[in-house]
Every structure is written in C-alpha cells, then in structure tokens.
C-alpha cells in the first residue's frame, strides 16, 4: 500500500522561507505525477502546484508563481516544496497527493490524485 508521509512544518515568521517535504512507502516515486495541495479549516482543500514525473514541468496555482517551487527526487523517493516570502495567508495543513497516471494533475483535479498524506501544519505569524 502506497503511503506519502509529509514533514517540514511549522511555525514561522511572515518573510520567512520554508521547505516541505513528502515521502513514499510502498510505491516508488517516479511512477506518480505529484501535487501539493493546502486546507484551511472550514474552506475547499485548494490545489497549490503539481509536477510530472520526470521533474521536468511544473504547475502552480497563479497566485503562488515565483513564490512557490516543487521539485523532486526520484532517487531519493522524496518530493519537496520551498514556500519562500511567506504571508499569514499561507497558513493551512499541506498535503502531497501521487496521481498514476492522465494529465489531471496539471490541473490540480482532485480527483485525477490517487494517494494523499496526513498533511504537515503551516503557520505564518505576522
């Protein structure tokens, strides 16, 4: 059974940077698409960015573009995501998801996302 295990959250500063990262048992990475997606309590579950399996494209919520960076490495099993210039607004549980395979996950469609982690809390205080 394929699990994704995020870590890297916390506490931080408006400004300050972050880097999340989210492992897999029980599957190998290079056979999923990846996306990172963000929930705040009482809100939709909304799509931060994805990444193919190579590494070689990226997509991002628009809103997110220059701040935001996903990356991945395949050899090491572990996806990754730099949250730089942080704003209170970020503030939400981050989750990794693993699509197997179509192109939803340029899209960020949560459906097309066939594994999801328990999330890693982000906080950003002002």
């Known amino acids: 059974q394929v699990q994704l295990t995020e870590s890297g959250g916390g506490l931080v500063q408006a400004g300050d940077s972050l880097r999340l990262s989210c492992t897999i048992s029980?599957?190998?990475?290079?056979?999923?698409?990846m996306g990172w997606f963000r929930q705040v309590p009482g809100k939709e579950r909304e799509f931060v960015g994805s990444?193919?399996?190579?590494?070689?494209?990226?997509y991002y919520r628009d809103s997110l573009k220059g701040r935001f960076n996903i990356s991945r490495n395949n050899d090491k099993d572990t996806l990754y995501l730099q949250m730089n210039s942080l704003k209170p607004d970020d503030t939400a549980l981050y989750y990794c998801a693993a699509s197997a395979a179509g192109l939803g996950y340029r899209e960020g469609e949560p459906r097309t996302f066939d594994y999801w982690g328990q999330g890693t809390q982000v906080t950003v205080s002002s």
């Open positions: 029980g599957g190998t990475l290079s056979t999923f698409a």
């Open positions: 990444i193919n399996w190579s590494g070689s494209l990226t």
